[in-house]
């Protein structure tokens, strides 16, 4: 017989390292056709970190997104970073960028000012112009800003920032301190259905509710929240490196199972924004935190479809099965 | 104006460089005259090394050059504890240990050499159940005791909270090995240039830990040290530390050519940094009303071999072992073992995976015994703005409540839910 | 040992001396230069290494290059350029299918070869064709967007080319 059931959890995780310093650094330049070079150590693995940094750095600047290029990952070219771990990249990195972005601006604000006979606090930068506040019809292009001020008042538009969290150690006796920065939040229903003749579980529909404070790319932050929830399905169900006296039994995608296309369910994606004030634009973080309620989500609807607990991961068809005897046994 | 950058979906900046094929990973770069390397790994899961011999492996057509111990200039690293051995010298602690990496002139060549390295072990007695490694009498895979760290997080008084408790509902939970299952595996080639600097190329999460672990490796200054990140296959955590990069340096020094390594599946989930399995125990107190007053956790992590990341990780479990729920009074205790099994790293989650299973299934299988609905029971008990944590550190903003109205919205929960 | 085999990729021909023993994602990344075929796995798991041998959907890590004298292979490099993309490169990219890129190819030509046969699969249709490409990224939710509506585009197209 096919049951199905609900289940729900909740999670919370902080954006950063624990008590250690965990600053990110990064140049910007703009060049004298308005165009921006951004130099940073994150690298970008795969979770879009790159993309979402140029979008910070194009909105601090008010230069076009297609007008910035980054330089990333290399040791020589780029200042530091501690690196795309722990979720930080976006908080972290994206504070430093902006930092960065915001002194090169600046000179931009001053030779601009000079040029339209106000203070810099007056003027403000999008779209590739610098202009007056309220007054969008006063305004001076990037690129002819940036020229004079490069190539005529000799003050080439360049900044550098670095960003590291307020955070304090943890003292060891009672764990108490401020190990992090920020906090993201979130939700996960799962919704399966228990083969109980064979143990199988389908997951057929997840949704999952994720505080990022401010998404600054949402089809990468659905992204990152898809593929957290298929680690978490993998981790719930399939997912287990069997050790035997130290020697590794399945070490190989043959045995070791991991989720494909037919094994996802359905996922429906809720963004909250509620912006973190010492964000970049209000953001945070999305990376780790996306897999985290899964898992127990699973776990829990399996209970609420057949009434078994399973309390060792992965939740495998033999483990529900045994558990449905025991159950049964106990009835008996 | 057009108005802003942010809030925006894009398409990743290099999307069509990936989806054509042109974005270079790391197995996708090559240098002229290259050399091939590959890693000798233990046999034994726990074993005193007496003798390597590479003779035999030398004299093989293609073999440049065998590297052990002897020449890694500070053969130690590690994040908070300096145990981990790039080449294995005294031991090897568990079966991924390297004792020799080769380089010839093919991967077969290199892969044929392996066979002919000599390697005399004495085997030790081993453990691997984590509860055995921590009783005294346990064999021993670092000096005197298998407890790396214990984490204490403490707040109010458990003993009062079970005083007040009408329920008291107590769990163990244990969760699995996993692997990070990127898809590209370790891949990095060095070279050394005419100047004397180090140019690595290397699918890394942290270039930076790289450069600084590969100068203190090689005792070498970090000017003459250049990490670069290709485009990089997935990490989640796996890249995050250094692994065959300084064998790729020794040998380019040695043989004065490139180095390509690059690890099999096999050795992904043989020899590199997995998520460490927990033995997670909950007891928590609740009132007649559903109010947590009180909660215990025990942590025991399987470290495997070495520290790696496992004392981070343990302590971002333990902040978080309690939940994400206003609890006065909590107890935590979190015990990091070392054992001679694959080695727990940094994984997506840090830590905090294991034990958010554990809380969650904790949660619901509290609200079966007061007979409560796990969705009001957990609404109830939530953290909201300006709670504090075990820690004592204050949230300002907590959105909490908004997640579950909002996960609700989209997939509707068993019963209709009266929020508060 | 060694034998000199015509392999076809791409439409073009290329003259190799091959051993028997040599796997045709060797030949096609070491020799061919071909680096947009990658491996995950050695073992016909994973897909990332997945070409098309005569429009079908192979693991060119399981496969010997002697095998594949004088049949047409596709790579990810034939399927499309950046100045001339594929209507699926281009669903890739517009709906975000693709974080560390690394299965992308061999997914995308999987995908080719159901879209070649199928031209409106269903949902299951996509899944089912892509199940032997794993994606550790992205939860397939994007990929799977991506070729229904590749699948539209080049329908559409058609209807409009009659």
Known sequence: MKKRGKGIACMFYPIGFTSYPNPGSAFVKVNQDGTAVVFTGATDMGQGSTTVL???????????????????????????????????????????????????????????????????????????????????????????????????????????????????????????????????FATQIAEVEVDTETGVVEVLRIAAAHDCGKAINPMLVEGQVEGGISMGVGYGLFEEMVLDNGVVKNPQFTDYILPTSLDMPEIRVGIIERPEPTGPFGAKGIGEPSLLPTAPAIINAIYDAVGVRIRELPATPEKILKALRETDQGKA | MNGSAIGVSRPRHDAVLQVTGRALYGDDYERPGMLYAKALRSRHPHARILKVDTSRALKLAGVKAVITAEDVPKNR??????????????????????????AATSWDAATEALDQIEVD??????????????????????????????IKIRSGDVTEGWRISSEIVEDVMRTQVVEHCHIEPHAALAELTDDGTYVIWSTVQRPFLI????????????????????AIGGGFGGKNEITIEPYVCLLAAKTKRPVKMVLSREEEFCGTTVRHPYIVKYRSGVTKDGKIVARQVEIISDSGAYVSWGESTLSKASIHAAGPYFIPHVRIDGYLVYTNNSIGGAMRGFGVPQVGFAYECHMDNIAAVIGMDPLEFRYKNLLTDNSSLPTGQVLEFVTLRETVRKAVELVGWKKEVEWE | MKRAIILVVNGTEHSVEVQPSDLLVDVLRDRLRLTGTKKGCGTGECGACTVLLDGKPVNSCLLLAIRCEGRQITTIEGLGTPDSLHVLQKAFIDNGAVQCGFCAPGMLLSAKALLDENPAPSEMDIRQALAGNICRCTGYVKIVKAVSSAARTMSGAEGGGR
Do not use: W
Not at chain 1, 151 to 167: A, D, L
Not at chain 2, 215 to 228: A, D, E, G, T
């Open chain 2, 211 to 230: 450069a600084s672990d590969l100068s203190r490796i090689l005792q070498y200054p970090m000017n003459k040290i250049r990490v670069i990140t290709p």
């Open chain 2, 77 to 102: 690293y590690g994040f908070t504890h300096l145990d981990q051995p790039v080449l294995a010298d005294d031991k090897v602690r568990y079966m991924g240990d390297v004792v020799a990496v080769v």
């Open chain 1, 54 to 184: 140029a979008q910070i750095a194009a909105e601090e600047l008010g230069i076009r997104y297609e007008h910035i290029t980054m330089v990333t990952g290399d040791t020589e070219k780029t200042p530091f970073d501690l690196g795309s771990v722990a979720s930080r990249v976006t908080y972290i990195v994206g504070n430093a960028v902006k930092r960065a972005a915001h002194e090169a601006k600046r000179i931009l604000l001053e030779v601009a000012a000079e040029k339209l006979g106000v203070s810099p606090d007056g003027l403000c930068a999008g779209d590739g112009r610098i202009y007056i506040k309220g007054l969008p019809e006063r305004f001076l292009e990037i690129s002819e800003v940036a020229r004079i001020a490069q190539m005529g008042k000799g003050r080439p538009p360049i900044g550098s920032g670095s960003f590291n969290p307020i955070t304090t150690f943890l003292d060891p006796e009672t764990g108490h301190g401020k190990p992090y920065g920020a906090y993201v």
């Open chain 2, 121 to 150: 072990y004495l085997p030790l007695p081993a453990v691997f159940d984590p509860v055995e490694a921590m009783k005294p009498d346990a064999p021993k895979v670092h000096g005197d005791s298998n407890i790396v760290s214990h």
